[in-house]
């Protein structure tokens, strides 16, 4: 079983014209086992923006504290409120940048000062913890009451829906 269906979860967004929409189940479980239904896996970051974290529940909590951090950063330095498009560019850079973290440790459970008096001692690095095992769906509006839809996966990778017709869905 993968861990992204540890939790389990459903998020659907959809365009029209000048509007979108943006449902999830309510469903909090642990594979099989219900815990409750009135679980919130969709969060408002302001009135034109929302973010739906499906994935682990304990990462999605911790992204979208991150999110909201980083948003009301935003909202004192630049005296506004972001943009979906420089919101997801936001989401995709965090996601980014947690693929990875390095650690240094140390062979023969020695200590950081001595491992500075000693000129032998290899250092390892290894990975630390891993990406953030959720996938967020981003809807909003923009400034010209354009809708916008994306995706992406637990690195960040960002699926930008194009809208070719006048009405277009994503789910994940």
Excluded: W
Aim: charged share 20%; hydrophobic share 40%; aromatic share 12%.
């Amino acid at each position: 079983m993968s861990i992204f269906e540890y939790n389990g979860s459903a998020i659907v967004a959809m365009v029209g014209k000048n509007c979108f929409a943006i449902a999830s189940d309510r469903r909090l479980g642990v594979q099989l086992q219900t815990i409750a239904t009135d679980f919130p896996k969709i969060y408002k970051i302001h009135d034109k923006l929302y973010i739906g974290l499906a994935g682990l529940l304990t990462d999605a909590q911790t992204l979208y504290q991150r999110l909201v951090y980083n948003h009301k950063l935003y909202q004192l330095r630049e005296e506004r409120d972001m943009k979906p498009e420089t919101f997801a560019h936001l989401v995709s850079h965090i996601l980014y940048e947690k693929r990875v973290r390095p650690a240094i440790t140390v062979s023969n459970n020695m200590f950081l000062g001595d491992l500075i008096r000693k000129e032998n001692t290899q250092i390892h690095r290894v990975c630390g913890f891993g990406p953030y095992f959720c996938q967020p769906v981003i809807a909003g509006i923009g400034d010209d009451d354009k809708p916008f839809i994306c995706t992406m996966d637990s690195i960040g990778a960002l699926y930008v829906l194009s809208l070719i017709f006048p009405y277009a869905f994503l789910v994940c």
